[in-house]
């Protein structure tokens, strides 16, 4: 896993920390593919694979963020 994730850099609003030794989020609830955790892919629009159509969207504070958010199940 690496430490970095740029979805947490960017401020992603979907960005919800590490599960598991996974970063994971609303569209990659099992994981983020390292492509878009290394900032190599922007995800600004879905993945071949994915299994929804949830993207990256700048967050206007961390306290916006899926991860700040009371864990409660996914919105």
Not at 2 to 25: I, L, T
Not at 47 to 57: F, M, W
């Amino acid at each position: 896993m690496s430490k970095n994730c740029n979805c947490f850099e960017r401020m992603c609003k979907h960005y919800n920390g590490v599960e598991a030794a996974n970063h994971v989020c609303r569209a990659f609830q099992k994981g983020i593919p390292y492509e878009i955790i290394t900032g190599a892919d922007e995800h600004l629009s879905p993945t071949p694979g994915q299994e929804n159509n949830i993207v990256y969207e700048k967050a206007k504070s961390y306290a916006e963020m899926e991860m700040f958010k009371p864990k409660r199940g996914f919105i």
